[in-house]
Nanobody, 124 residues
């Protein structure tokens, strides 16, 4: 069982930055692929970024490439999402997810564990 707790959300103006953190419980965090998803009002939840554990391979939603960076610190059982050059369309609840697989997973159904979400609001 893995428990995930996100933090770091908030309100920021367009062009600003935020760093989300996701702290995971358990002693096998290093064996889990991690992902960030988001859900805006009235829209389906979508994959934003993911990172594997075997080679730290990453993958991103096209619209965030070059602006967002996912990283992990296995010693701290934490995965991060650095978000730069934020746009109003990035406004959403951001969720952290985990699955015990070595490589990046980009589908919502591929994850077994989810955090409660953290709100990110970008004003124009």
């Amino acid at each position: 069982q893995v428990q995930l707790v996100e933090s770091g959300g908030g309100m920021v103006q367009a062009g600003g930055s935020l760093r989300l953190s996701c702290a995971a419980s358990g002693r096998t965090f290093s064996s889990y692929a991690m992902g960030w998803f988001r859900q805006a009002p009235g829209k389906e939840r979508e994959f934003v970024a993911g990172i594997g554990w075997s080679d730290f391979t990453t993958d991103y939603l096209d619209s965030v490439k070059g602006r967002f960076t996912i990283s992990r610190d296995n010693a701290k059982n934490t995965v991060y999402l650095q978000m730069n050059s934020l746009k109003p369309e990035d406004t959403a609840v951001y969720y952290c997810a985990a699955v015990r697989l070595p490589t990046v997973v980009t589908t919502e159904g591929g994850y077994d564990y989810w955090g409660q979400g953290t709100q990110v609001t970008v004003s124009s």
